[in-house]
């Protein structure tokens, strides 16, 4: 038997040398045609991202003239209205955070419209927020990232909240900033309407959250804390369906809604090692429950419920329109009584078909339902924890269902039948007394974001206008 690429004596007295293909030759061969595979993927992706920014940039160009349009239209008709100036008996000074998001507009507005002075902040990304050109904020500020440089974030926020002379602080927060202003709460010389750390934590954990609800006599789904895909493997299923989610906020995996168990063992194992679980980034099992779902916000003072709105969800909530659900309502007066809770909490709902509610998720923080009470006199009051009546006070029945118009106009392309929900509903950004953030978001702050990931060849999963991002895998 010859060996590859040695001398081997052939009959005949003849040498000869066998060129076969090593071990290494075979390797190197495949390496080579995986750098090509992964050469063309490349170049393939990036220009699926350039295409992707620049196909939405030139929608937002071609959308652009209508938009100027409706914006100089509002102008001018207000130019020709009866402005009255709100007078508060002991007007504040506001500090409403997460400017970048339609709800921290609604709050600007709503205090601003009851005499109060607004102040927005962003963090320094979102420098380029179309609300701050609403008239209804005084001045707007830039801090940096709390979670990238904690000490220069604090250090900036005490400033600013000793400069303007602060009353009340007031977090509109994405879900990593929660844990933040809880943290700083304490050191900060105004009133911060939030939680505590522990408070905030046990709210935003899942499981903790599931155990607490529990203790109360309140109904939850059966929760399980997974911090190993093999915990998945080994349950014991039942003839209960259960989904995955990540206790962190995951804004791409949150979409992920498949249901366990799946049809075999390696399609579990398959689908489990898409999912970034572990012990440092724990994960849920929980029971799926089918039914209507919905989503809340409530605005509490001393355990007791000041402000509070329901509406039907979705994995993708950009539409709310009220619903009164008095079941829901209790178990949120239970929960929040009997912790004491002060601040700003949202849940999410499941009504089974027998008709109990099951809360399957809470965020310490404030919920883009809030827009329902664009029209509503007494939000102020409400966090201000001054007089109302109703109590609590909920959206006005004069109240249309909010939404944001690019969002129905991208629906409307694609599935259709979304002209009924725009006709009898209202932009959540838009107002006629304060337009101008409805053009700087679309035709500025969303395009601003797009061309710097034009820039960096970075890609993104969706444009949501409501919280005025665009959402990437691991992004804020």
């Not at 179309?130 to 000490?151: A, E, L, M």
């Not at 012990?279 to 916000?297: A, K, M, R, S, V």
């Not at 027998?354 to 102020?380: K, Q, W």
Request: glycine share 4%; aromatic share 10%.
């Amino acid at each position: 038997m010859c060996i590859p690429n040695r001398v081997c004596r052939k009959s005949g007295g003849r040498d000869v040398i066998h060129r076969v293909p090593t071990i290494n030759h075979r390797v190197n061969a495949r390496i080579h045609r995986y750098d090509k595979l992964f050469m063309f993927q490349s170049f393939k992706s990036t220009t699926i991202v350039i295409l992707k920014n620049l196909l939405t940039l030139t929608f937002l160009l071609i959308a652009f003239p209508f938009n100027l349009i409706i914006v100089l239209t509002a102008v001018l008709i207000g130019k020709f209205q009866p402005h009255s100036i709100a007078q508060s008996s002991s007007p504040k000074r506001i500090l409403i955070t997460g400017g970048k998001m339609t709800k921290a507009l609604q709050l600007a507005r709503s205090f601003h419209a009851a005499g109060h002075n607004v102040t927005l902040l962003e963090t320094q990304k979102y420098w380029l927020t179309g609300h701050r050109f609403s008239n209804s904020v005084d001045r707007f500020y830039t801090v940096p990232n709390p979670k990238q440089d904690f000490i220069a974030f604090a250090k900036a926020l005490l400033d600013l909240v000793q400069r303007e002379k602060i009353d009340i602080l007031i977090p509109v927060t994405s879900p990593v900033e929660s844990y933040y202003y809880s943290l700083i709460k304490p050191d900060l010389p105004c009133e911060v309407f939030h939680f505590e750390v522990g408070i905030t934590q046990l709210l935003d954990d899942k499981f903790e959250l599931s155990e607490k609800a529990r203790s109360l006599n309140l109904t939850v789904p059966k929760t399980i804390r997974i911090t190993d895909p093999q915990q998945v493997l080994n349950f014991d299923f039942d003839a209960r369906q259960y989904i995955l989610k990540s206790i962190a906020y995951d804004s791409v995996h949150r979409l992920d809604l498949t249901k366990y168990p799946l049809e075999s063992t390696a399609a579990m194992v398959d689908h489990l090692a898409t999912l970034p679980m572990s012990q440092e980034n724990p994960w849920i099992l929980q029971e799926f429950i089918t039914g209507q779902e919905y989503c809340t916000h409530s605005t509490v003072r001393d355990g007791e419920l000041l402000l509070h709105c329901c509406a039907k969800s979705s994995a993708f909530q950009v539409n709310y329109e009220q619903v009164d659900h008095p079941a829901i309502q209790a178990w949120i007066a239970t929960f929040v009584k009997a912790l004491n809770l002060s601040g700003q909490i949202s849940f999410d709902f499941i009504e089974s078909a027998t008709g109990e509610v099951y809360a399957i998720e809470c965020n310490p923080r404030t919920h883009s339902a809030l827009t329902m009470f664009y029209n509503h006199p007494d939000v102020a009051k409400a966090y201000l924890g001054e007089a109302i009546d109703p109590v609590p006070i909920q959206p006005l029945p004069t109240s249309k269902p909010t939404y944001w118009l690019y969002h129905e106009i991208w629906r409307q392309l694609t599935t259709r039948n979304r002209l009924n929900v725009i006709l009898n509903g209202k932009d959540a950004i838009f107002q006629f007394s304060d337009p101008l953030p409805f053009l700087m978001v679309h035709h500025w702050q969303i395009p601003l974001l797009l061309l710097n990931n034009l820039r960096h060849l970075k890609g993104w999963v969706r444009i949501d206008f409501n919280i005025g991002k665009l959402v990437e895998p691991g992004g804020d």
